[in-house]
Nanobody
């Protein structure tokens, strides 16, 4: 099994920046893609960004393009989400996810999930 632990969430003001981290442990050789999803209050979980094993392929949701950057750590078992120019609509629980497959925006394609970290952006 693979365990994912997120950190870095918090309460910020609109326009601020925040960096989320996710560390994977366990059978990490099963992981190729790591990604971030989020679930706003009362809404379904949605894709935010994903990155391949090498870091050479990244995919972003249109809503975060140009504001968020996903990167893979040198050890390949960590992933970061640098969030800038945060907006109140970015408020959500952010989840780290991992998959042995390629980068996809479909939640069901990810085998492993973290517990989530809350990000709240005040106006």
């Amino acid at each position: 099994q693979v365990q994912l632990v997120e950190s870095g969430g918090g309460l910020v003001q609109a326009g601020d920046s925040l960096r989320l981290s996710c560390a994977a442990s366990g059978r990490t050789f099963n992981i190729y893609t790591m990604a971030w999803f989020r679930q706003p209050p009362g809404k379904e979980r949605e894709f935010v960004a994903g990155v391949s094993w090498s870091g050479g392929t990244t995919v972003y949701a249109d809503s975060v393009k140009g504001r968020f950057t996903i990167t893979r750590g040198s050890a390949r078992n960590t992933v970061y989400l640098q969030m800038t120019s945060l907006k109140p609509e970015d408020t959500a629980v952010y989840y780290c996810a991992a998959s042995p497959g390629g980068v996809t925006t479909i939640p069901s394609q990810y085998n492993y999930w973290g517990q989530g970290t809350q990000v709240t952006v005040s106006s």
